[in-house]
């Protein structure tokens, strides 16, 4: 069973671009999630997307977004890059949206800003 | 709001010593608790899970219990190996009627075994 798949794994832009980052759960998962990990602030929660529809927010601004496919694949997308928004960015999938259950993280995107 | 501390080290041990990364959380209701593994350029693999008080989760050596009394859950390894050199994170998510699911996550502990 292929795992979680996030493209592209590196990343370099310049400030006030966009970009667009993908992610293809495991077959069969139907909760995505995005989490940001830098340095300083660790791993914080993004959002979450089930059946094409974001459920859960964390405290980003709204130049973050993303969206989720009938497939489940998601992207997220930044808009206007910060020089602060360099980081990895992990994607997750859960077969359901239970507590108890494991989330399957994909090896990330690691975006440098310039 | 749900939080998660760990200390953060780094911690440096020698082949075979004694593990303990401690961990704490903060929840309103009845959370799953996770300790999730990164390696050097990988993303997050789980390393363990308790899903209930007073349960126990245990992977490739590793253990931890689900201590509700004391709000803890505390990764221990008996014998460690350079193999285990990673980044350790403590993580929690927590039912709410499913319209808050996610994992929060403890700061991670950077943990390096010499030979």
């Known amino acids: 069973k292929a795992g979680v798949t996030q493209t592209p794994r590196y990343l370099i832009k310049t400030r006030g671009q966009q970009v667009t980052l993908s992610c293809s759960p495991i077959?069969?998962?139907?909760?995505v999630s995005w989490y940001q990990q830098t340095p300083g602030q660790g791993l914080q929660f993004l959002f979450e997307y089930f059946s094409e529809t974001q459920r859960n927010k964390g405290n980003f601004p709204g130049r973050f977004s993303g969206r989720q496919f009938s497939n489940s694949r998601s992207e997220m997308n930044v808009s206007t890059l910060e020089l602060g928004d360099s980081a990895l960015y992990l994607c997750?999938?859960?077969?359901?949206?239970?507590?108890?259950?494991?989330?399957?993280f994909g090896q990330g995107t690691r975006l440098t800003v310039v | 709001g749900n939080s998660v501390t760990q200390m953060e080290g780094p911690v440096t041990l020698s082949e075979e010593a004694f593990l303990t990364i401690n961990c704490t959380y903060t929840?309103?209701?009845?959370?799953?608790l996770f300790w999730y593994v990164q390696y050097p350029g990988e993303g997050l693999q789980l390393l363990l899970k308790?899903?209930?008080?007073?349960d126990k989760g245990s992977n490739k050596g590793f253990e931890a219990t689900y201590r509700k009394e004391t709000t803890s859950f505390h990764l221990e390894k008996g014998s460690v190996q350079v193999s285990d050199s990673a980044v350790y994170f403590c993580a929690l998510s927590e039912d709410s009627g499913g319209s808050n699911y996610k994992l929060t996550f403890g700061k991670g502990t950077l943990l390096t075994v010499n030979p």
């Open positions: 929840a309103t209701g009845y959370p799953s």
């Open positions: 997750a999938s859960s077969l359901n949206r239970q507590a108890r259950e494991r989330a399957f």
């Open positions: 308790a899903t209930k008080a007073d």
């Open positions: 077959s069969g998962h139907r909760s």
